[in-house]
Structure formats: structure tokens, C-alpha cells
């Protein structure tokens, strides 16, 4: 069946498709966007967003029902019955796992942005500069100098809070007023400071939520319900932010249910052409046709469009005569920290629910610090008050007992690292050769582990979170070690790199195909490196560079 | 994706695993459920185990937040099997309990007795658990105080009423007075 001709098509719609849909209609564009699957309208589908805890049968907990059609979002947070429609269902959309990758997705318009953790920071040269500096993968075709404007530009707009803090790992942005630190955080970071004679911060978290009216959105109402979508608008999102202003330009048609399972490519004229679309609920198959392409279907899933596209040039697919497509997976890894009690502050306590935290940005070979690994890590975590759940040893049940859980209880304060993970190549993604998935389409197989460089590294993250917090004064301090494995950051980055030289990248620093420039690849698939830092922000701002880049050259006739 | 899991995890940590809360969220059981009946009596029951957990006192008690039904809920939907059995069993155990120690069923033992019993059902629980390695089974009663717990406070009377909870805060402070005998939030 043939579809329609369009200028650009965006495949995906979470947060690099919004905002590649947003930029290209804005700039006059006809697009049409694709998302698999279905659509979520802004407010009124957010059909839990006004609960309370006491409005779920489960209290927003698991039934052993979600513990078996889930066997991959079971593994952490996620499987919850507050927001489980956001997830995508395991069964219909299995991958093979040659190692254990703990891959949380979200299937619908808006993807992950309805359920992000919006902690929003910039990248330094310290980033762009390790690999060359290292001799690690490939160089970054690209320095901070060449997408700070970019980062302003998307800062504006998402509406980023914090705090300047002025410091050279974590450059400052375009931001909204900082939210509150607690007390005790403003306590520990104090001491952190003088402990560690200024070379490491505490400091509130950068975060997409608003705290001022902002494009008129209201504004974050501080219930931290964030991830049930919010009523307000209080935190960065496609359906909140990037998707109406692509309608209100009047050049976008948004299409639900629409699997893109190809790029046709026209290998005359070394371009692609259009894609092939299979609809999720009719299982007809259309083809779309543009100018420009921009592949914004999630890290994996954009690599998986490409290895199924111009598979009679390249058996690996669009973008494999690199030999970098699939390979060097990147996450964050996480899991390890530590946390104790504060004393004191009996006569203090926080008014209202903080969808955010406190952030250590990273101190690790940095400056005149040499480890024997490379890179760094960076904590996020809070100091709170504890409520009913605190444990009181005096009274074992009854009315003393009650009303002691009725009151706060210490201050706590704990965080947890997130580490960089090298680009290594021998952690990839391969198309299966056996399991299907519900539409009968070849799925992923996943390979992906932590390597020494890691392993290293977690045990600093362990023994520096311990070793600043007992400095800072928290009594009791407990490590936690715990699983590393990798995705269960969320932050799926590379396995379409960019890079210098079309030998050994699949796109360049504009985040084109080499071998298909019009074709445009803005999510985490095109990550060189990971950082330590939440990668959403960095997409951002590349997409943004990218569609001025793509017009530009569209304008000139190079496209 | 971070501010609720380390918040989820950090509770885990400095309570050393043993919070309800954040177990109900975390914890990763593992086996299909069966069905598992509870008669009205069983729930009446439970609910008069809960009272004397957490009783009426200038604030309704975990009757009234109807704990009872919470725990035939989350027992039948949540538990695995192997805790569904040793919950219903625990309801026979500790009326059998009651029977020995004050000579009359659960039901019909004074406010007081049920108390006597439960202290000393949790300090037998409380023993049980210390010495218990991670996979042996839980005591039943650690169980019911648990679902009490939870089953209350996440109530629509024991957030509002037991404890403050402001559904729209509209902003955030973090250095907020407090004086000694003001309620705890319901959630931070």
C-alpha cells in the first residue's frame, strides 16, 4: 500500500523524536512522526495522575499476575501498578539475552520521556576530549564548544532548574530557579566542601521539572508523581512540551501504531528514500516517503531499523560498512553507594515532595586525581526525614506504638553512583536468528556486560560514598553493593557512534549516515562515549544541531 | 530514572531491608499464585488483629482503614504461594496461641488479652526473624504486622488522619519548623 510523501519523517516520538518533530516543522517542514504504539494524550490519558496510594487496590505495588507477564521489568522498580500501562509488555516484545541486559522500554507516544527521571546535565570537554586523549574507541567529531549554544538553545525551552554552580566538570546552563536542598544536605554539603578542600560539591539536582510558570505550563506542584504523567506540566516531556509546539506549526502528522521495520534506500542515489511501515493493529504494511529521515526510535531500536534497511548493499544493513553498527553498548551502571544518619535538625522538617535530589558531580581523574581506571562517576541521592516506616525499637504494637509512627523520625541521607562504561565493542547488539516477536518481525540479541575498567571503578564509588559521608559527619554509614547489571540505568547510549572517518563510525558529526545522508540518527545510538552523566539533555541538544544542519543542506540541495 | 529508585533503595538500605514499604515495591517474588479463599470470618478476624496493632485513638484505628480486606488483597494477589500458606495457616496458629495463653479464642478475648498475646507473638516473630536466614520462611506474624503497617498508614485515614498528607503542595522547602508531636507526611 503506498502512503503519502512527506518532507521528513521522525521515527519515534519519545524525547530526541519530539524535539527533531518540533525543530523541522518549525522550520516549515511537512513531517510526519511514527510511533509504534499507542497514543497518550496529554492530561487526558494520565488516567492515574490523580490517584492517592489508597486509590490502587495494591498501594502501587506488584501482583503476582504483573511478576509473570513481566519477566524483565519485574527485575527493578519499574513493575509497579501505578503506571504499568507506560511499559512496554514484555511478552510481545521479547530479545534475546546472551548476557543478562535488563532493557525497560516504553511503547507509545511520548516513549520514555512521559517516565524519565529528568535529571538534566551538560557534558565538559572532560567528556568530549577521553576517548582522543585515552585512546579509547574513536574521537567525538565534535567539542563542547561546538554544542554549548545547543544546550542553551534546548535549556530554554525543556526548562531545566538549578543551580549555577560554576564548576569546570559540570559546565552551567540556561536554568530555571534551583529547587531546595534539605537541611541536612545543606549541612553535608558543607562539609564535603571543607573536607575536601573544594574539590568535591554537593549540589541540588539539575532537573526538567519547572519551578516557575514556563511556556505556559504551569508548573511542578511538587507531588512527585511525575512518572504517572503530569496534570500540570510540570516536567519536560514530548507530550507536555516538544509535540505541541510541533502541532501548533500546522506540518505534523503524528501516527500511532506505525513499526518502521526499513529504510528504503535508493543505492543510485546513495539516499534513502522513505520507510516501510507495518501498522501494529492491522498488520498492513505501508511506505512513506521524504527528504529526511530521522531515526529517534530509541537507542536499540534504531540500530535494529538500521540493520534491517539496505540489506541488499550491505548484508549488516544500513550503516554496517563501518563495522561499528551494533556494537559498543554503553548504560550507566549503577547500584552501589552508601547512606547513615544525620543528628540533629530535631526542629526542622521539608514541606511538600521534591521530585529531585542532590547530585555529586564527578571528582575521579580529574585534575591532578589519577585512578588506575578511567573516567569517573557521579552520585545522586537525598537527605530526608524518615516517616511511618522507621523502625521503633521501645514499643512492639499498640497505641504508643502508633503514635511513635506517627511522628518523623532521624534524618537520613544515602546516594547511589553512576558510573561511566567504556565503549567496548565486544558489548553489541546482533540481529537473532530465531525468536520472533508479536508482528513476526527478528528481534535483538543482547551481549553486553561490565568489564574491568567497571569493576574497578565500583569499587571507588563504594569506598569514596562511605569514606565522604562518615568525613561529612553521617553516623552509621552503610555501603550497598549492589547489581550492576547492565540497562538497569536506562540509558541505553551507542551502537550507531559517531565519529571522524566513515571506516570506523556509522554517522558523522552532524549525525548523519555516512552512507545515507539523509538520514539523521538523534538518539542515544549515536553516543561515541557515555560520560557519567543522565544522557537525555546531550540528545536534546544534538537533535536541535542536527535539524539545522539537515535544513541547511536540504536548502542547499545536498540532501 | 533515578530519583525514585535511589529514594526506594536508600529506605531499603538504612532500614536494612526490613521495610515494608519499599518491599512491597521491590521485592522480586518468583512463582505463579493460587487461589486462596478467605471467609468473612477470616477477614473480621484479621481486622481485630490489625485493631490491636494499630488501635482507634484520638485517630481511627486499622479497623476502620479496613485492613483486613487490604490483607485479603494483597495476600491473594501479591504473596507467593508458599506465603499464602503460611499466612492462612498463621491465622489458625494464632488463635490457637490465644487459646493457650488466655483460654479462649482470639475473638473473644478482652482488648487486653489480645494484647498480652500479640506482644508476645511479635517478640516471638521479632526472635524468629533475627535468627532466620534470607530464604527461610517468614513468621506469620511478621507478616500480618507488616500488611498492618503498610495496609494503615497508605490508607485513605491513617495518610490524612494518623499522618499529614497535602495532595497539590504546590512548592518545596527544605528546612520546614517542626515541633515535637507534629505529624510525619504521609510520603516525602
Known amino acids: 500500500m503506498a502512503g503519502q510523501q512527506y518532507d521528513a519523517i521522525v521515527v519515534g516520538s519519545g524525547i530526541s523524536g519530539g524535539w527533531a518533530a518540533k525543530e523541522l516543522t518549525e522550520k516549515g517542514l511537512k513531517v510526519l512522526m511514527l510511533e509504534r504504539g499507542r497514543n497518550i494524550e496529554h492530561i487526558k490519558d494520565y488516567v492515574n495522575a490523580?490517584?492517592?496510594?489508597?486509590?490502587?487496590?495494591?498501594?502501587?505495588?506488584?501482583?503476582?499476575?504483573?511478576?509473570?507477564?513481566?519477566?524483565?521489568?519485574?527485575?527493578?522498580?519499574?513493575?509497579?501498578?501505578?503506571?504499568?500501562?507506560?511499559?512496554?509488555?514484555?511478552?510481545?516484545?521479547?530479545?534475546?539475552?546472551?548476557?543478562?541486559?535488563d532493557w525497560f522500554r516504553g511503547y507509545h507516544v511520548g516513549g520514555r520521556s512521559l517516565m524519565w527521571g529528568r535529571q538534566s546535565y551538560r557534558w565538559s570537554d572532560l567528556d568530549f576530549e577521553a576517548n582522543a586523549k585515552e585512546g579509547i574507541a574513536v574521537d567525538w567529531p565534535v567539542r563542547y564548544k561546538d554544542i554549548a549554544p545547543w544546550y542553551d538553545y534546548v535549556e530554554k525551552f525543556a526548562g531545566i532548574s538549578g543551580n549555577r554552580d560554576g564548576l569546570d566538570v559540570l559546565p552551567d546552563g540556561q536554568f530555571l530557579p534551583p529547587m531546595d536542598l534539605t537541611c541536612v544536605e545543606k549541612d553535608v554539603?558543607?562539609?564535603?566542601?571543607?573536607?575536601?578542600?573544594?574539590?568535591?560539591?554537593?549540589?541540588?539536582?539539575?532537573?526538567?521539572?519547572?519551578?516557575?510558570?514556563?511556556?505556559?505550563?504551569?508548573?511542578?506542584?511538587?507531588?512527585?508523581?511525575?512518572?504517572?504523567g503530569c496534570p500540570f506540566g510540570g516536567y519536560f516531556s514530548t507530550q507536555s512540551s516538544t509535540l505541541p509546539a510541533a502541532m501548533a506549526t500546522g506540518n505534523l502528522t503524528l501516527r500511532p501504531w506505525s513499526i518502521v521495520t526499513e529504510i528504503k534506500y535508493d543505492k543510485d542515489k546513495k539516499r534513502a528514500t522513505g520507510v516501510t511501515v507495518l501498522d501494529a493493529e492491522t498488520n498492513k504494511t505501508i511506505e512513506y516517503s521524504a527528504k529526511i529521515i530521522f531515526v529517534n526510535a530509541s537507542t536499540l531500536n534504531s540500530t535494529w531499523i538500521l540493520m534491517n534497511s539496505a540489506t541488499d548493499v550491505w548484508e549488516g544493513g544500513l550503516g554496517s560498512s563501518s563495522g561499528a553498527?551494533?556494537?559498543?553498548?554503553?548504560?550507566?551502571?549503577?547500584?552501589?553507594?552508601?547512606?547513615?544518619?544525620?543528628?540533629?535538625?530535631?526542629?526542622?522538617?521539608?514541606?511538600?515532595?521534591?521530585?529531585?535530589?542532590?547530585?555529586?558531580?564527578?571528582?575521579?581523574?580529574?585534575?591532578?586525581?589519577?585512578?588506575?581506571?578511567?573516567?569517573?562517576?557521579?552520585?545522586?541521592?537525598?537527605?530526608?526525614?524518615?516517616?511511618?516506616?522507621?523502625?521503633?525499637?521501645?514499643?512492639?504494637?499498640?497505641?504508643?506504638?502508633?503514635?511513635?509512627?506517627?511522628?518523623?523520625?532521624?534524618?537520613?541521607?544515602?546516594?547511589?553512583?553512576?558510573?561511566?562504561?567504556?565503549?567496548?565493542?565486544?558489548?553489541?547488539?546482533?540481529?537473532?536468528?530465531?525468536?520472533?516477536?508479536?508482528?513476526?518481525?527478528?528481534?535483538?540479541?543482547?551481549?553486553?556486560?561490565?568489564?574491568?575498567?567497571?569493576?574497578?571503578?565500583?569499587?571507588?564509588?563504594?569506598?569514596?560514598?562511605?569514606?565522604?559521608?562518615?568525613?561529612?559527619?553521617?553516623?552509621?554509614?552503610?555501603?550497598?553493593?549492589?547489581?550492576?547489571?547492565?540497562?538497569?540505568?536506562?540509558?541505553?547510549?551507542?551502537t550507531a557512534r559517531m565519529g571522524r572517518d566513515p571506516k570506523t563510525s556509522v554517522l558523522n558529526g552532524n549525525n548523519q549516515v555516512w552512507d545515507a545522508p539523509n538520514v539523521f540518527v538523534t538518539d542515544g545510538a549515536f553516543m561515541t562515549s557515555a560520560s557519567c552523566v543522565n544522557p537525555s539533555l546531550t540528545y536534546m541538544a544534538f537533535t536541535a544541531r542536527a535539524v539545522d544542519f539537515a535544513v541547511s543542506e536540504l536548502k542547499k540541495g545536498n540532501l | 530514572m533515578i530519583n525514585r529508585r535511589e529514594a526506594l533503595s536508600r529506605v531499603a538500605l538504612i532500614m536494612g531491608g526490613t521495610v515494608l514499604g519499599a518491599e512491597a515495591f521491590l521485592s522480586g517474588c518468583k512463582t505463579d499464585t493460587k487461589g486462596v479463599s478467605f471467609s468473612k470470618d477470616d477477614i473480621a478476624f484479621l481486622n481485630e488483629v490489625a485493631e490491636t496493632i494499630i488501635p482507634a485513638t484520638t485517630t481511627p484505628g486499622a479497623k476502620e482503614a479496613k485492613v483486613g480486606e487490604f490483607m485479603q488483597i494483597m495476600v491473594s494477589d501479591c504473596y507467593e504461594e508458599k506465603d499464602q500458606a503460611i499466612f492462612m495457616e498463621g491465622i489458625k496458629k494464632l488463635d490457637e496461641a490465644s487459646k493457650k495463653l488466655n483460654s479462649k479464642g482470639f475473638m473473644e478475648s478482652t482488648p487486653e488479652q489480645r494484647n498480652t498475646l500479640l506482644?508476645?507473638?511479635?517478640?516471638?516473630?521479632?526472635?524468629?526473624?533475627?535468627?532466620?536466614?534470607?530464604?527461610?520462611?517468614?513468621?506469620?506474624?511478621?507478616?500480618?504486622?507488616?500488611?498492618?503497617?503498610?495496609?494503615?498508614?497508605?490508607?485513605?485515614?491513617?495518610?490524612?488522619?494518623?499522618?499529614r498528607y497535602v495532595a497539590v503542595p504546590g512548592k518545596f522547602v527544605g528546612s520546614y519548623p517542626y515541633k515535637k508531636g507534629d505529624k510525619a507526611w504521609a510520603t516525602s
Open chain 1, 50 to 101: 490523580n490517584k492517592e496510594a489508597w486509590d490502587h487496590p495494591h498501594r502501587g505495588g506488584r501482583t503476582q499476575q504483573m511478576i509473570k507477564d513481566y519477566p524483565v521489568l519485574k527485575r527493578d522498580y519499574p513493575l509497579n501498578e501505578t503506571n504499568l500501562d507506560y511499559w512496554a509488555v514484555d511478552k510481545d516484545s521479547p530479545y534475546v539475552e546472551t548476557k543478562r541486559f
Open chain 1, 325 to 494: 553498527l551494533g556494537k559498543n553498548l554503553m548504560d550507566h551502571h549503577l547500584g552501589i553507594g552508601a547512606g547513615g544518619i544525620v543528628e540533629g535538625y530535631e526542629d526542622q522538617y521539608t514541606f511538600g515532595r521534591r521530585a529531585n535530589g542532590f547530585y555529586i558531580p564527578r571528582f575521579r581523574n580529574v585534575g591532578n586525581d589519577k585512578r588506575d581506571y578511567l573516567r569517573g562517576f557521579g552520585y545522586q541521592g537525598g537527605g530526608t526525614r524518615q516517616g511511618w516506616q522507621k523502625e521503633v525499637a521501645e514499643f512492639s504494637i499498640g497505641a504508643d506504638f502508633k503514635e511513635a509512627l506517627t511522628e518523623p523520625g532521624v534524618w537520613t541521607l544515602g546516594m547511589g553512583g553512576f558510573g561511566e562504561m567504556l565503549p567496548d565493542p565486544t558489548n553489541k547488539v546482533t540481529l537473532d536468528k530465531t525468536v520472533k516477536d508479536k508482528w513476526g518481525l527478528n528481534v535483538l540479541n543482547i551481549d553486553c556486560e561490565l568489564k574491568e575498567n567497571e569493576i574497578k571503578m565500583r569499587k571507588d564509588i563504594l569506598a569514596d560514598a562511605k569514606e565522604m559521608l562518615e568525613k561529612a559527619g553521617v553516623k552509621n554509614v552503610q555501603a550497598r553493593e549492589g547489581d550492576g547489571t547492565p540497562g538497569r540505568g536506562i540509558h541505553e547510549m551507542g
Open chain 2, 119 to 163: 506482644v508476645a507473638l511479635d517478640k516471638e516473630a521479632k526472635e524468629y526473624q533475627a535468627a532466620a536466614k534470607p530464604e527461610d520462611p517468614k513468621h506469620y506474624f511478621t507478616m500480618m504486622k507488616q500488611l498492618t503497617l503498610s495496609g494503615y498508614f497508605t490508607s485513605e485515614v491513617g495518610a490524612t488522619k494518623a499522618l
Open chain 1, 189 to 228: 554539603a558543607e562539609r564535603i566542601k571543607k573536607e575536601f578542600k573544594g574539590e568535591r560539591h554537593l549540589i541540588i539536582g539539575r532537573t526538567a521539572n519547572i519551578t516557575v510558570p514556563h511556556g505556559g505550563r504551569p508548573g511542578c506542584q511538587f507531588r512527585n508523581k511525575c512518572w504517572l
